[in-house]
């Protein structure tokens, strides 16, 4: 009986000391479309998030505590985001990686402010995210004011007399990047013959593909995400168009040529130059690969976003929010995708779009720096 005891005291104590150093880990998230339309990039996400903690714990975690991961989806929905949002600050959790969407993004950040969550969003490129004073937001990636700002110097010395269509989802990412394109072509002497919207999530683009062919549409930029983006290149092509399609960051994952299948061919997108071929990624893409994944899209600059907040944090000797974003503000990081600084507003100060595009056997290559 008495053997029976110890065994039992034993047990809960072993039981006590795992649960101790459990609740003594630093939980972190990651938040975006791990469901939806958008799930592939919520997958090139959950890739890079996963695979920076396990690599940041390795090398002894966080100020002497280890990194667990919390996954959320928003499905790039704002009320799943802001519910999320809530969520997360409600769990005491210092730092989210997120969101995909800007239209998630933005409306989560409120929700994080007020809940002391510091948030880095890998991929949203509104520039109303960090336009609102808000102490705790931050990205790894560039701006729609850029990125439009590229396309519309490609087009415009590319397609220089030439009929331009401009096409927007009426998304806060998809409008947003459309008009900060249209407002640069204008700006450089062009005017489009067409603009026009149309919801996310449609699946019939007969209508505007017939305007597209009726007004000889040489070049159509689309301001929305990878699907509606490839139903309107085949629906173009199936009406017997020529015309090119150029978009965003969107394009970045090899789901858009899943849907167009080789009619992708000539496909135009704007990107960061592809942190994959960066010296200082070399080591991570092979761990990726050797897992079988391809780091593409914004698998690293999630990866990223994990890094330089696991260093500030480190500076910092705490995770603390307000103090680690004061850190990540006042200092340089060193990162997968290269080094990072941040002006007051939580901007990158490295800024670099390039132009890319699509081959016939569903992969893109760089064809154009910026500007050019």
């Known amino acids: 009986m008495k053997s029976l005891k110890l065994i039992g005291l034993a047990f809960g104590a072993s039981i006590a000391l795992s649960s101790a150093a459990f609740a003594q880990d630093v939980t972190v998230a990651v938040a975006g479309p791990m469901t939806g339309g958008e799930s592939a990039f919520g997958r090139q996400m959950k890739n890079g998030a996963e695979m920076a903690v396990t690599d940041i714990n390795a090398a ?51 929700a994080y402010a007020d809940g002391n969550v510091l948030q880095i969003t890998p991929a949203s490129t509104n520039p109303l995210f960090t336009e609102r004073k808000l102490w705790n937001v931050a990205r790894v990636c560039g701006r729609d004011d850029q990125q439009g700002l590229i396309a519309a110097q490609y087009i415009a010395k590319n397609f220089k ?33 067409m603009y026009e919207s149309y919801n996310k999530g449609d699946k019939d683009f007969n209508a505007i593909v017939s305007r597209l062919k009726r007004d000889n549409i040489d070049l159509v930029y689309v301001g929305g995400y990878h699907q509606e983006s490839g139903l309107i290149l085949r629906q173009m092509r199936d009406q017997g168009l020529k015309t090119v399609l150029m978009a965003g960051d969107a394009l970045a994952d090899k789901e858009y040529a899943s849907i167009t299948g080789p009619a992708g061919e000539g496909t135009l997108f704007t990107f960061g130059p592809d942190p994959r071929n960066k010296p200082t990624a070399k080591k991570i893409v092979e761990a990726f690969k050797a897992k079988g994944i391809d780091p593409e899209g914004y698998t690293l600059y999630t990866y990223a976003a994990m890094q330089v907040w696991s260093q500030a944090a480190k500076k910092a000797g705490t995770t603390d929010a307000k103090k680690v974003m004061a850190a990540m503000k006042a200092g340089k990081w060193d990162t997968v995708i290269g080094p990072i600084e941040y002006d007051a507003k939580g901007d990158i100060k490295q800024i670099d779009y390039v132009v890319y595009k699509w081959d016939s056997k569903g992969g893109y290559a760089e064809i154009a720096g910026g500007g050019t």
């Open 161 to 193: 007399g030439k009929n331009i269509a401009i096409l927007n989802d009426k998304t806060t990412y998809g409008k947003g990047l459309a008009d900060e394109t249209k407002k640069a072509l204008n700006k450089a002497g062009i005017t489009e013959k």
């Open 60 to 110: 002894g975690g966080v100020n002497g505590k280890k990194l667990a991961l919390s996954i959320e989806d928003d499905a790039c929905d704002p009320k799943q985001a802001r519910s999320i949002a809530e969520k997360i600050a409600g769990a005491k959790i210092p730092f989210v990686a997120g969101h995909y969407c800007s239209s998630s993004s933005i409306p989560a950040s409120e």
